[in-house]
Each structure stands twice: as C-alpha cells, then as structure tokens.
C-alpha cells in the first residue's frame, strides 16, 4: 500500500510540476507571438511604401517605353517610306 501511495503522491508532484512548464511555455509563446506580430507588422508598413514606389517606377517605365515606341514606329515608317519612294523611281524609270 505504502507504495501505491508513494507513486500517486510522485505522479500528483510531477503532473503539477509539468502543468507549471506548460504553463510557463505557454505564456513565453504568447509574448513572442506578440513580438512577432510587431515585427510582421512593421514590416508590412515598409513594403507598403516601397510599393508605392515601386508603382511610381512602372508608371515612369511604361511611359518612357511608350515614347520609345513611338519614336521607333515613326524612325521604322520614315525609313520605309524612303525605300518605299526609291523603289516607285526605279519602277517609273523601267517603264
């Protein structure tokens, strides 16, 4: 008897002492969750105004590429006009 009642009193000691740890832990977490959760946050406000310029960028970017298209189409259709005019001339002087 005496030792059943040793290993209820071990078992009761021990299951109080390992809810204590748990609830330790569980405690540490929750205050590193919070610290987490500060972080993630401030880093969220960072990207947030890298992203906006980041979008300043792609809207400078998109409009000089629309510059330079225009500027190639209209470089592209001058050339092409010029051959375009030679060749009506060596056509009219075959005739």
């Known amino acids: 008897m005496d030792a059943i009642l040793f290993l209820q009193i071990l078992m009761y000691i021990l299951g109080s ?3 204590v740890v748990l609830i330790v832990l569980g405690i540490k977490m929750i205050i590193t969750m919070n610290k987490l959760e500060k972080t993630v946050d401030n880093i969220n406000s960072k990207l947030d105004s890298l992203n906006k310029v980041f979008s300043i960028i792609d809207v400078a970017t998109d409009k000089l590429a629309l510059v330079t298209d225009r ?7 001058f050339i092409s006009k010029i051959f375009s005019k030679k060749k009506r001339k060596e056509d009219d002087t075959y005739e």
């Open 17 to 19: 002492i390992l809810l």
């Open 71 to 77: 500027v190639i189409d209209s470089i592209s259709s």
